[in-house]
């Protein structure tokens, strides 16, 4: 199973991933899209001029899913965090992850908390989550949703895994691609 969390940057996913570890009764794996970029070498990426640095980040989010996929053809459960705030991310994780049980997360923050987590953590750029939202969440279906103002980490991640106990019928990343290649799965 791979529980794929969306949010923008500063949404509280990481965190909500983090509390599901401990939660979850059996071992899941955690890949973060942040931890994962971590791995390259940061500051040549940033000597890179702007076609050259966005085709390096490009490669690095596509080989992400590829790796959140290989865990799971492994036979791993994983908890991804992410940031789907490019339209080809999400084609290509629908892709790429097709034929696996994926739990497609969104996790909300109104703009004035998001403002205020870039604030506070320092290392992020005021706004910018903000300016996110729309993209991230443009798709607009999930499978369920939790708002981080509103319930802590720990909260988020034993309704998620509540909700997981009871989720039947059709995914919403299988009703995203049926949507991409012209049809909808949950009309058969």
Same mark, same amino acid.
């Given at each position: ?44 990426t940033l000597e890179l001029d702007g076609p050259a640095q966005? /085709?390096?980040? %490009? *490669?690095? $989010? !596509?080989?992400?899913? +590829?790796?959140?996929?290989?865990? =799971?053809?492994?036979?791993?459960? &994983? ?21 696996l049980d994926v739990f497609l997360v969104g996790v909300h923050?109104?703009?004035? /908390?998001?403002? %205020? *987590?870039? $604030? !506070?953590?320092?290392? +992020?750029?005021?706004?910018?989550? =903000?300016?996110?939202?729309?993209? &991230? ?39 995203? $691609? ?11």
């Amino acid at each position: 199973m791979i529980i794929f969390l969306n949010g923008t940057s500063s949404s509280g996913k990481s965190s909500i991933a983090e509390q599901l570890l401990r939660v979850l009764d059996t071992p899941y794996f955690h890949l973060g899209v942040d931890a994962f970029g971590a791995m390259r070498a940061v500051e040549r990426t940033l000597e890179l001029d702007g076609p050259a640095q966005a /085709e390096v980040l %490009r *490669r690095t $989010r !596509a080989g992400f899913h +590829r790796a959140v996929a290989g865990m =799971a053809q492994a036979g791993n459960d &994983v908890v991804v965090d992410h940031v789907l705030s490019e339209p080809w991310r999400l084609q290509d994780c629908l892709e790429v992850l097709d034929g696996l049980d994926v739990f497609l997360v969104g996790v909300h923050c109104p703009p004035d /908390e998001l403002e %205020r *987590r870039e $604030r !506070a953590r320092g290392d +992020r750029v005021p706004g910018q989550a =903000a300016a996110q939202l729309h993209s &991230v969440h443009q798709h607009g279906l999930y499978d369920f949703e939790v708002d981080t103002s509103v319930s802590s980490p720990r909260e988020c991640a034993l309704a998620i895994k509540e909700f997981l106990g009871q989720a039947t019928g059709t995914r919403a990343f299988d009703e995203l $691609r049926g949507r991409a290649r012209g049809h909808d799965p949950s009309t058969g």
